[in-house]
């Protein structure tokens, strides 16, 4: 049961063209969505995140878009630069279990989404 | 600060051996994960650790085990190797805090043959 899922396994945009990269979720309880950046041969590294209560964040060139009713989320890179080129991943943490109580900040991960951005 | 830090970066292991897979970090973090990633597939959580002395079952924890004994070290150990654990393991810490951010380390590359 795949909680988290990118269906898209690639993307190739031009440089200075919008990259849209999209999140589908199943589980309602989720309660921040983050998303992921991992170079070959490297850790993930955060890019951005978002909580539930909102249903956009921006921050320079990326921004985040939540809609809860359709359960699914974007990340949008505008202008896109060849320096963008790598994986890119959506995850999500659930809300915790019960008052007082937490998630440890577990994060369940989509498949990943290639970007390619060329010159 | 260096981050999560793992050694080693690749290793080749027989079928049937055993190796541990070290994990540091110097900020501080309560809580530590392991994953693993395969061609095409996003990282599964293998075990998590709340703090020194307490560590939780992941999605794939069958063939690991871990410990922690301190607050930077997180190690992962692999018992009686099999090619099914060919894969990259990822460790990482956070803070528990939201939005839940986690800082991995740089990976180490896995094959079982």
């Known amino acids: 049961d795949q909680q988290v899922k990118q269906n898209s396994p690639s993307l190739s945009v031009q440089e200075g063209r919008i990259s849209i990269l999209n999140c589908d979720y199943t589980?309602?309880?989720?309660?921040?969505f983050l998303w992921y950046k991992k170079y070959p041969a490297e850790g993930p590294t955060f890019l951005i995140s978002?909580?539930?209560?909102?249903d956009k964040n921006e921050d320079g060139r990326f921004t985040v878009f939540l809609n809860k009713s359709a359960k699914h989320l974007s990340l949008h890179i505008v202008p896109s630069q060849p320096g963008d080129s790598a994986v890119y991943f959506c995850a999500a943490s659930p809300i915790p279990s019960n008052a007082g109580g937490t998630s440890y900040g577990k994060l369940t991960f989509g498949q990943g989404t290639i970007l390619t951005v060329h010159p | 600060n260096a981050g999560v830090t793992q050694t080693p970066k690749f290793r080749i292991l027989k079928i049937g051996q055993s190796m541990t897979l070290q994990c540091t970090q110097d900020?501080?973090?309560?809580?530590m994960y392991w994953y693993r990633q395969d061609p095409g597939m996003g990282l599964k959580l293998i075990y998590y650790s709340v703090g020194a002395g307490i560590t939780d079952k992941g999605e794939v924890p069958n063939g690991y085990n871990v410990s922690r004994s301190t607050t930077e070290d997180f190690p992962l150990r692999l018992e009686l190797a099999a090619p099914s654990q060919t894969s990259v393991y990822f460790c990482?810490?956070?803070?528990?805090?939201?939005?839940?951010?986690?800082?991995f380390g740089p990976g180490t590359r896995l094959t079982v043959t």
């Open positions: 990482a810490s956070s803070n528990g805090e939201p939005p839940y951010e986690q800082y």
């Open positions: 978002i909580s539930s209560i909102k």
């Open positions: 589980n309602s309880m989720f309660d921040y």
């Open positions: 900020m501080n973090h309560n809580y």
